[in-house]
T-cell receptor, first 111, second 113 residues
Framework: EAAVTQSPRNKVTVTGGNVTLSCRQTNSHNYMYWYRQDTGHGLRLIHYSYGAGNLQIGDVPDGYKATRTTQEDFFLLLELASPSQTSLYFC??????????FGPGTRLTVL | GEKVEQHESTLSVREGDSAVINCTYT??????FPWYKQEAGKSLHFVIDIRSNVDRKQSQRLTVLLDKKAKRFSLHITATQPEDSAIYFC????????????FGQGTKLSIKP
Protein backbone atom coordinates (compact mmCIF):
# COMPACT_ATOMS: atom_id res chain seq x y z
CA GLU A 1 0.00 0.00 0.00
CA ALA A 2 1.29 3.45 -0.95
CA ALA A 3 2.11 5.34 2.24
CA VAL A 4 1.74 8.85 0.77
CA THR A 5 -1.14 9.51 -1.60
CA GLN A 6 -2.12 12.68 -3.42
CA SER A 7 -5.29 13.81 -5.13
CA PRO A 8 -6.09 14.80 -7.74
CA ARG A 9 -3.25 13.45 -9.89
CA ASN A 10 -3.96 15.97 -12.62
CA LYS A 11 -5.80 19.27 -12.46
CA VAL A 12 -6.53 22.00 -14.99
CA THR A 13 -7.92 25.32 -13.85
CA VAL A 14 -8.17 28.86 -15.13
CA THR A 15 -6.43 31.99 -13.92
CA GLY A 16 -8.16 33.20 -10.77
CA GLY A 17 -9.54 29.77 -10.01
CA ASN A 18 -9.61 28.08 -6.63
CA VAL A 19 -7.67 24.82 -6.23
CA THR A 20 -7.12 22.44 -3.32
CA LEU A 21 -4.49 19.72 -3.48
CA SER A 22 -4.80 16.91 -0.94
CA CYS A 23 -2.19 14.68 0.64
CA ARG A 24 -2.62 11.78 3.04
CA GLN A 25 0.12 9.74 4.70
CA THR A 26 -0.17 6.50 6.62
CA ASN A 27 3.43 6.48 7.88
CA SER A 28 2.49 7.92 11.29
CA HIS A 29 4.99 10.70 10.56
CA ASN A 30 4.79 14.03 12.30
CA TYR A 31 6.31 16.04 9.46
CA MET A 32 4.66 16.74 6.13
CA TYR A 33 5.84 18.91 3.25
CA TRP A 34 4.57 20.47 0.05
CA TYR A 35 7.05 21.01 -2.81
CA ARG A 36 6.83 22.21 -6.35
CA GLN A 37 9.10 20.84 -9.07
CA ASP A 38 10.04 22.97 -12.04
CA THR A 39 12.72 22.31 -14.64
CA GLY A 40 15.93 24.06 -13.68
CA HIS A 41 14.85 24.64 -10.09
CA GLY A 42 14.75 21.17 -8.61
CA LEU A 43 12.28 20.91 -5.74
CA ARG A 44 11.30 24.00 -3.80
CA LEU A 45 9.57 23.88 -0.44
CA ILE A 46 6.25 25.72 -0.26
CA HIS A 47 4.97 24.92 3.25
CA TYR A 48 5.54 22.25 5.85
CA SER A 49 4.07 21.11 9.14
CA TYR A 50 5.21 19.47 12.37
CA GLY A 51 1.80 18.10 13.25
CA ALA A 52 -1.93 18.70 13.24
CA GLY A 53 -2.71 22.40 13.41
CA ASN A 54 0.92 23.42 12.84
CA LEU A 55 2.11 25.27 9.73
CA GLN A 56 5.58 26.48 8.78
CA ILE A 57 6.44 28.72 5.87
CA GLY A 58 8.78 27.29 3.27
CA ASP A 59 10.97 28.97 0.68
CA VAL A 60 8.37 29.83 -1.99
CA PRO A 61 5.12 30.43 -0.06
CA ASP A 62 3.66 33.36 -2.02
CA GLY A 63 0.23 32.57 -3.46
CA TYR A 64 -0.18 29.39 -1.40
CA LYS A 65 -1.93 28.52 1.83
CA ALA A 66 -1.77 25.19 3.60
CA THR A 67 -3.64 23.46 6.37
CA ARG A 68 -2.84 20.34 8.39
CA THR A 69 -6.12 19.03 9.73
CA THR A 70 -4.89 15.73 11.20
CA GLN A 71 -1.59 13.90 11.49
CA GLU A 72 -2.48 12.15 8.23
CA ASP A 73 -3.86 14.99 6.10
CA PHE A 74 -2.14 18.05 4.64
CA PHE A 75 -3.80 20.35 2.11
CA LEU A 76 -2.37 22.98 -0.24
CA LEU A 77 -4.70 25.80 -1.27
CA LEU A 78 -4.35 28.11 -4.26
CA GLU A 79 -7.09 30.71 -3.84
CA LEU A 80 -6.37 32.81 -6.94
CA ALA A 81 -4.43 30.54 -9.23
CA SER A 82 -1.98 32.11 -11.69
CA PRO A 83 -0.16 30.63 -14.71
CA SER A 84 3.13 30.87 -12.76
CA GLN A 85 1.73 28.18 -10.45
CA THR A 86 1.61 25.65 -13.27
CA SER A 87 3.90 22.96 -11.91
CA LEU A 88 4.30 19.43 -10.59
CA TYR A 89 3.46 19.34 -6.88
CA PHE A 90 4.79 16.74 -4.48
CA CYS A 91 3.77 15.99 -0.94
CA UNK A 92 6.15 14.17 1.40
CA UNK A 93 6.26 12.95 4.98
CA UNK A 94 9.07 12.18 7.38
CA UNK A 95 9.85 11.41 10.98
CA UNK A 96 11.75 14.71 11.01
CA UNK A 97 15.48 14.76 10.54
CA UNK A 98 15.40 11.68 8.30
CA UNK A 99 14.36 10.21 4.98
CA UNK A 100 11.36 11.83 3.33
CA UNK A 101 8.73 9.67 1.62
CA PHE A 102 7.15 11.26 -1.42
CA GLY A 103 3.70 10.96 -2.92
CA PRO A 104 3.11 10.34 -6.65
CA GLY A 105 2.67 14.03 -7.47
CA THR A 106 -0.09 16.27 -8.82
CA ARG A 107 0.33 17.98 -12.16
CA LEU A 108 -1.42 21.35 -12.08
CA THR A 109 -2.02 23.46 -15.16
CA VAL A 110 -3.32 27.02 -14.82
CA LEU A 111 -4.60 28.40 -18.11
CA GLY B 1 19.72 31.26 3.23
CA GLU B 2 21.23 27.92 2.38
CA LYS B 3 21.80 27.16 -1.31
CA VAL B 4 22.64 23.82 -2.86
CA GLU B 5 24.18 23.69 -6.31
CA GLN B 6 24.43 20.65 -8.54
CA HIS B 7 27.21 21.13 -11.01
CA GLU B 8 26.15 18.77 -13.75
CA SER B 9 22.67 19.16 -15.22
CA THR B 10 23.21 16.10 -17.41
CA LEU B 11 25.68 13.23 -17.28
CA SER B 12 26.10 10.34 -19.67
CA VAL B 13 28.21 7.25 -18.97
CA ARG B 14 28.63 3.83 -20.54
CA GLU B 15 27.04 0.87 -18.82
CA GLY B 16 29.51 -0.65 -16.41
CA ASP B 17 31.48 2.58 -15.93
CA SER B 18 31.32 4.79 -12.83
CA ALA B 19 29.32 8.00 -12.50
CA VAL B 20 30.01 10.91 -10.15
CA ILE B 21 27.54 13.68 -9.33
CA ASN B 22 28.81 16.70 -7.43
CA CYS B 23 27.04 19.17 -5.15
CA THR B 24 28.11 22.18 -3.14
CA TYR B 25 26.35 23.97 -0.30
CA THR B 26 26.76 27.37 1.29
CA UNK B 27 25.81 27.09 4.96
CA UNK B 28 28.45 25.62 7.26
CA UNK B 29 25.68 24.68 9.71
CA UNK B 30 24.31 22.08 7.29
CA UNK B 31 24.78 18.63 8.75
CA UNK B 32 22.57 16.21 6.84
CA PHE B 33 22.96 15.43 3.13
CA PRO B 34 20.54 13.01 1.45
CA TRP B 35 20.27 11.95 -2.17
CA TYR B 36 17.03 11.20 -4.00
CA LYS B 37 16.37 9.46 -7.31
CA GLN B 38 13.54 10.24 -9.72
CA GLU B 39 12.95 7.82 -12.58
CA ALA B 40 11.20 9.08 -15.68
CA GLY B 41 7.59 10.01 -15.00
CA LYS B 42 7.79 8.89 -11.38
CA SER B 43 8.12 10.35 -7.94
CA LEU B 44 11.27 10.72 -5.87
CA HIS B 45 12.68 8.10 -3.57
CA PHE B 46 15.53 8.16 -1.12
CA VAL B 47 18.75 6.40 -2.11
CA ILE B 48 21.45 7.26 0.43
CA ASP B 49 22.43 9.95 2.91
CA ILE B 50 25.42 11.12 4.95
CA ARG B 51 25.66 13.09 8.18
CA SER B 52 28.40 15.53 9.01
CA ASN B 53 30.00 13.32 11.65
CA VAL B 54 31.45 11.08 8.89
CA ASP B 55 33.10 11.81 5.55
CA ARG B 56 32.19 8.63 3.66
CA LYS B 57 29.25 6.27 3.50
CA GLN B 58 28.76 3.29 1.22
CA SER B 59 25.70 1.25 0.35
CA GLN B 60 26.26 -1.45 -2.26
CA ARG B 61 27.22 0.36 -5.49
CA LEU B 62 26.60 3.82 -4.04
CA THR B 63 29.13 5.88 -2.09
CA VAL B 64 28.68 9.40 -0.74
CA LEU B 65 31.72 11.53 0.07
CA LEU B 66 31.52 14.67 2.20
CA ASP B 67 34.21 17.40 2.29
CA LYS B 68 33.11 19.84 4.98
CA LYS B 69 36.05 22.19 4.41
CA ALA B 70 35.14 22.64 0.75
CA LYS B 71 31.38 22.43 1.51
CA ARG B 72 31.10 19.78 -1.15
CA PHE B 73 29.55 16.32 -1.32
CA SER B 74 29.31 13.80 -4.12
CA LEU B 75 27.49 10.63 -5.14
CA HIS B 76 29.54 7.87 -6.73
CA ILE B 77 27.83 5.04 -8.58
CA THR B 78 30.00 2.11 -9.62
CA ALA B 79 29.28 -0.57 -12.23
CA THR B 80 26.39 1.46 -13.64
CA GLN B 81 23.34 -0.37 -14.97
CA PRO B 82 20.47 0.79 -17.21
CA GLU B 83 18.18 1.07 -14.18
CA ASP B 84 20.49 3.75 -12.77
CA SER B 85 19.21 6.12 -15.46
CA ALA B 86 17.24 8.81 -13.62
CA ILE B 87 17.40 12.33 -12.27
CA TYR B 88 19.39 12.49 -9.04
CA PHE B 89 18.82 15.27 -6.53
CA CYS B 90 21.16 16.19 -3.73
CA UNK B 91 19.88 18.08 -0.68
CA UNK B 92 21.09 19.62 2.54
CA UNK B 93 19.54 20.26 5.92
CA UNK B 94 20.44 21.81 9.24
CA UNK B 95 19.54 20.08 12.50
CA UNK B 96 17.41 22.80 13.91
CA UNK B 97 15.26 23.02 10.76
CA UNK B 98 13.62 19.75 11.75
CA UNK B 99 13.96 17.99 8.44
CA UNK B 100 13.57 20.95 6.11
CA UNK B 101 15.59 20.12 2.98
CA UNK B 102 17.11 22.44 0.40
CA PHE B 103 17.40 20.62 -2.91
CA GLY B 104 19.81 21.02 -5.79
CA GLN B 105 18.53 21.44 -9.33
CA GLY B 106 18.96 17.78 -10.28
CA THR B 107 21.34 15.83 -12.55
CA LYS B 108 19.92 13.70 -15.31
CA LEU B 109 22.05 10.57 -15.54
CA SER B 110 21.87 8.51 -18.73
CA ILE B 111 23.45 5.08 -18.97
CA LYS B 112 24.45 4.20 -22.53
CA PRO B 113 24.62 0.54 -23.63
Amino acid sequence: EAAVTQSPRNKVTVTGGNVTLSCRQTNSHNYMYWYRQDTGHGLRLIHYSYGAGNLQIGDVPDGYKATRTTQEDFFLLLELASPSQTSLYFCASSAGYAEQFFGPGTRLTVL
Amino acid sequence: GEKVEQHESTLSVREGDSAVINCTYTDTASSYFPWYKQEAGKSLHFVIDIRSNVDRKQSQRLTVLLDKKAKRFSLHITATQPEDSAIYFCAASMNYNQGKLIFGQGTKLSIKP
